[in-house]
């Protein structure tokens, strides 16, 4: 099991930078962070949440949604239990509440129903 935590939301001009982690705690004695496909997720006030960028277990495989292409980057740092968003030339759209999520499904889901483990949230705000 895993438990989730994002930090390092914040308000942004457009066009800066901001870089999201997602701190994961493991508990018991089962599956290691290393076992989840790690995604991003976001969520902006009246509209459904959706799926931004994923990581496979391995840390190699990606996915993007193609409005983030190129300008969003995710990794993870197993040893550090962390996964990261980087996120360059930001849009006044990117403005979301960002989640980070854990899935134990093989590759690397894009659908919010196959990630079990969801973090609270963090506040991106790209001002015009």
């Known amino acids: 099991q895993v438990q989730l935590v994002e930090s390092g939301g914040g308000l942004v001009q457009a066009g800066g930078s901001l870089r999201l982690s997602c701190a994961a705690s493991?508990?018991?004695?089962?599956?290691?962070?290393?076992?989840?496909?790690m995604g991003w997720f976001r969520q902006a006030p009246g509209k459904e949440r959706e799926f931004v960028a994923g990581?496979?277990?391995?840390?190699?495989?990606?996915e993007y949604a193609d409005s983030v292409k190129g300008r969003f980057t995710i990794s993870r740092d197993n040893a550090k239990n962390t996964v990261y968003l980087q996120m360059n030339s930001l849009k006044p759209e990117d403005t979301a509440v960002y989640f980070c999520?854990?899935?134990?499904?093989?590759?690397?889901?894009?659908?919010?129903?196959?990630?079990?483990?969801w973090g609270q949230g963090t506040q991106v705000t790209v001002s015009s």
């Open positions: 493991a508990s018991g004695s089962g599956r290691t962070f290393g076992a989840y496909s």
């Open positions: 990581l496979g277990w391995s840390g190699v495989r990606t």
């Open positions: 999520a854990g899935s134990v499904r093989f590759g690397i889901p894009t659908v919010l129903h196959d990630y079990g483990y």
